[in-house]
């Protein structure tokens, strides 16, 4: 099973700055990563799929990068309703798993 | 707009089996992709616990698998879960996902085991 681990665990940003979030995977997962982002009492919304392809809808502020066992998900600029918790999941090998989370919280 | 509805009992006793339906609206399950289930205990965070083909191939989580059963039905455009000899640990928000990268979710169903 490849375990992914996510990093910080939670970060405490102003809206306008940019947030970096890590997840790092125990195996290489090729570019087969997601990230998703989940607010209070909402099923989680898919965000990028494959490292680095934004989902349908999804605005340019959300970006991805990286491949192998190390990748990042970038906001380049915090909005209001981007203040949420974000996963990350891989679909390289079954079972398919998701990393721990980090919560996006407002300084 | 591909939408996904779980339907099912709210609360199982402990040793009893779990039973959720996912019903597809508005995309052919028989067409590409697979068809999943995710679950989120309160306050924590997702487990993957299977996912299906619209030929029938499954996969499913390890820690689960002796547990799990998902099918699926064409004719009706749906798929459903089976979990059984439920625990109290099973309790969570259950989640049907279309595709390994879940592109659309149901709005998920609250499943409390308690007796």
């Known amino acids: 099973e490849i375990v992914l681990t996510q990093s910080p665990a939670s970060l405490s940003l102003s809206p306008g700055e940019r947030a970096t979030l890590s997840c790092r995977a125990s195996?290489?997962?090729?570019?087969?990563l997601a990230w998703y982002q989940q607010k209070p009492g909402q099923a989680p919304r898919l965000l990028i799929y494959?490292?680095?392809n934004r989902a349908a809808g999804i605005p340019g502020r959300f970006s991805g990068s990286g491949s192998g066992t190390d990748f990042t998900l970038t906001i380049s600029s915090l909005e209001p309703e981007d203040f949420a918790v974000y996963y990350c999941?891989?679909?390289?090998?079954?079972?398919?798993?998701f990393g721990g989370g980090t919560k996006v919280e407002i300084k | 707009q591909v939408q996904l509805q779980e339907s099912g009992p709210g609360l199982v006793k402990p040793s009893e089996t779990l039973s959720l339906t996912c019903a597809v609206s508005?995309?052919?399950?028989?067409?590409?992709?697979?068809w999943g289930w995710i679950r989120q205990p309160p306050g924590k965070g997702l487990e993957w616990i299977g996912s299906?083909?619209?030929?029938?191939?499954?996969s499913y989580n390890p820690s689960l698998k002796s547990r799990v059963t998902i099918s699926v039905d064409t004719s009706k455009n749906q798929f459903s879960l089976k979990l059984s000899s439920v625990t109290a640990t099973d309790t969570a928000v259950y989640y049907c996902?279309?595709?390994?990268?879940?592109?659309?979710w149901g709005q998920g169903t609250l499943v409390t085991v308690s007796s």
């Open positions: 999941q891989q679909r390289s090998t079954w079972p398919l798993t």
């Open positions: 299906i083909y619209h030929s029938g191939i499954t």
């Open positions: 508005d995309y052919p399950i028989s067409s590409t992709y697979w």
């Open positions: 494959d490292t680095s």
């Open positions: 996902v279309r595709g390994r990268a879940a592109d659309y």
């Open positions: 195996h290489s997962v090729s570019n087969y």
